[in-house]
């Protein structure tokens, strides 16, 4: 791991301790997901949002004062909207993202489920979602939340990363492995 995705790592587990532990003596584990759901939702489909969290250019003022716009427009929790106020005065919205991994994996935990990693060469049907989480739970003894991603460029298969298991059954894979090996042959 770099060093600079190792501070990161670092700094998302703390942020999402506390403020993990903060939502669950106030029981609004709920409402903190709900925040999270949100939050993600807006990082994926704004670049200036993005930018806001990584840009040098803006002062911590200025983060300061757009994240808590953002947090207010949102309608964010109070929780959720502190904590991002002071991520900004201390510059460090450029872990947000790992924060809120973070913190699904902690709400995942505490509900007794784990999450499963999914990515296939074309969009599951919800037939195939329902019987591989019900595989992945016999193999885990967990419920399964299945968090879905397509990649064309798996040609078929799944690849599939459930806790630090990896399972990749793609024919991308299959033929880079048979590439390897007429390679070794000739």
């Not at 990161?8 to 709920?30: M, Q, W």
Request: glycine share 6%; hydrophobic share 45%; charged share 25%.
């Amino acid at each position: 791991m770099s060093e600079p995705a190792s501070i990161s790592s670092g700094i998302a587990v703390r942020y999402a301790t506390a403020v993990f532990e903060l939502a669950k003596d106030a029981s609004a584990i709920p409402a903190l997901e709900s925040d999270i759901d949100a939050l993600e939702g807006a990082l994926e489909s704004s670049a200036d949002l993005r930018n806001l969290l990584t840009s040098p250019v803006y002062t911590r003022a200025e983060q300061e004062a757009g994240i808590a716009g953002v947090a207010k427009a949102m309608g964010l929790t109070d929780l959720t909207a502190h904590t991002l106020r002071i991520m900004a005065q201390k510059r460090r919205l450029f872990a947000l993202p790992r924060v809120i991994a973070r913190l699904r994996l902690m709400i995942s935990e505490d509900r007794g489920e784990v999450l499963a990693e999914v990515t296939s060469a074309t969009p599951l049907t919800p037939a195939q979602a329902t019987r591989l989480a019900e595989t992945l739970k016999a193999k885990a003894g967990k419920q399964v939340i299945l968090k879905t991603a397509v990649d064309e460029t798996l040609i078929g298969g799944l690849v599939v990363k459930l806790g630090s298991t990896m399972i990749d059954t793609s024919i991308r894979s299959k033929l880079a492995s048979l590439q390897n090996t007429m390679k070794e042959v000739g």
